[in-house]
T-cell receptor, first 114, second 110 residues
Framework: DAGITQSPRHKVTETGTPVTLRCHQT?????MYWYRQDPGHGLRLIHY???????DKGEVSDGYSVSRSKTEDFLLTLESATSSQTSVYFC?????????????FGEGSRLTVL | KNEVEQSPQNLTAQEGEFITINCSYS?????LHWLQQHPGGGIVSLFM?????KKHGRLIATINIQEKHSSLHITASHPRDSAVYIC????????????WGAGTKLIIKP
């Protein structure tokens, strides 16, 4: 199994509070992704990173920011959580581009915003 | 219309049956991924393929680029195969984005 760890695995928070989810990998893979999974929507890309300090927006990036100061860590921050951000968040990594690289996922972080 | 369509949406079969899940896409792709998600669980990559056929144990994935179609087959199905199977296309015009199918929920009854 690819070494990907997400933390926390479960979190309940209140509207308006900041939340940071962490994705840690031990594979030294260059590319990292944050997805959210909601019923009826499947997986949607929030942000991705193609290297240290190199990040870009995905299709549902509003309300989220990311940072990658080290190869192994990719942080997803909700500056002011809203109920619409209640979801399961998955981190994923690939060694190369998605057209040639197998995708490895973390176990997911379930976030509930009350 | 979604750019990646899976069928069927739901499939219930008896243990031992041969299973086929289909994925059709309307965009140019450079690769197609098949993934598995167990209830309440994580997501596991099964295959990534850009042509031909790949086999891993009882799982076989095929892709026909000309017809823009891929299939995932499970031979001698088992209740532990019960999961959601998802196909996702790596579009030719993007190295970072995948276009996701809605998933096929498979239940194998003993």
């Amino acid at each position: 199994d690819a070494g990907i760890t997400q933390s926390p695995r479960h979190k309940v928070t209140e509207t308006g509070t900041p939340v940071t989810l962490r994705c840690h990998q031990t594979e030294n893979h260059r590319y990292m992704y944050w997805y959210r999974q909601d019923p009826g929507h499947g997986l949607r890309l929030i942000h991705y990173s193609y290297g240290v300090k190199d990040t870009d927006k995905g299709e549902v990036s509003d309300g989220y920011s990311v940072s990658r100061s080290k190869t192994e860590d990719f942080l997803l921050t909700l500056e002011s959580a809203t109920s619409s951000q209640t979801s399961v968040y998955f981190c994923a990594i690939t060694k190369t581009y998605l057209n040639t690289g197998e995708l490895f996922f973390g176990e997911g972080s379930r976030l509930t915003v009350l | 219309k979604n750019e990646v369509e899976q069928s069927p949406q739901n499939l219930t079969a008896q243990e031992g049956e041969f299973i086929t899940i289909n994925c059709s896409y309307s965009v140019g792709i450079s690769a197609l991924h098949w993934l598995q998600q167990h209830p309440g669980g994580g997501i596991v990559s099964l295959f990534m393929l850009s042509s031909g056929k790949k086999k891993h144990g009882r799982l076989i994935a095929t892709i026909n680029i000309q017809e823009k179609h891929s299939s995932l087959h499970i031979t001698a199905s088992h209740p532990r195969d019960s999961a959601v199977y998802i196909c996702a296309a790596s579009a030719q015009d993007s190295n970072y984005q995948l276009i996701w199918g809605a998933g096929t929920k498979l239940i194998i009854k003993p």
